[in-house]
């Protein structure tokens, strides 16, 4: 047991303990885009943290790979996260909020420019 | 400047063990040491060192503020009587620099409890999950903008042409 293998086990069950939040956000929160907040988010930073628990358990022999990979889910997670709530707001998913309202709504709603 | 940078660490830790993670580490801040010193004659150089440490200063300012933020919506999913109250705010931008927005949009999505929604030249519109007033959103977004012109215009002012590092 080398304190590597402790880092690693500690950064991989966090990732994963990340991810079971990301899906009882899901479960929990009320509409598509509070859900969606859920849903990208902490699957991605979920997958970040067991990456690098892969990292820590190869003794750095994976960086490569690793660092790919992050850096792919970094871009491609909030991405499309964007675009599916976007696409929702122009098809009309109206967002449940609270007393400060939609904004966006307010401005004539979403259009090219 | 940036590819420069690379390739002569990659080079060096190669040359030294085969590029492991740490010799490679140990190389960048080598070469980064080397192009501040250079940087006392050129020009090129001393605004590529001022963009590293900006960059350096970036980078654990946002992990740090990602990892904050998600423990703030951990707390609100976990708690199963919190009810959120979530809003779409509009925010304002100072950068009309569409590459500069994209990044923005992408770093602030990131962010647990804030997503972009909308794009208009000028303002952002950004669902949030649980917020009383708009202002920490904007607060928020005007510290990410600020600390990523310091990294990409470290000079300051309207950048020319050229933005590659």
Redesign the interface.
Known sequence: MTFWSVVASALVLLGAL?SL?GA??VW????A??R???A???G??GAILVLLGV?CATD??R?FAVLLAITVL??T???A??AI??AG?RAGVK???????????R?GG?RD? | MVFVHLLLTSLLSLGYDGA???S?LLAFVLVYVLLKLLGLLLPVCRVYAMRVEAGARFVPWFTWK?FSA?LD??LI??N?RRQ???????VKLDTRDRRLVTVI?????????T????Y??GEL?V?V?D????DPVQQAIHDIELRLMAWVYPMGGKPGGKHDG
């Open positions: 990340f939040l009882l956000g929990r929160l009320p509409d885009y509070t969606m907040h859920s990208s988010k902490a991605a930073l990292l750095g022999q960086w970094l871009i997670a909030p991405l996260a964007h709530s976007r707001h967002p449940l909020v609270g007393p400060l309202g939609d904004a966006l709504e401005a979403d420019h | 492991t993670l740490a490679w990602v998600s919506v951990a999913v976990i199963p959120v109250s979530s809003a779409v705010v509009q949009a992408c770093l602030l999505t990131l962010t647990p409890g997503l972009a929604l909308s208009r030249p519109f669902h999950l917020t009383a007033s708009a």
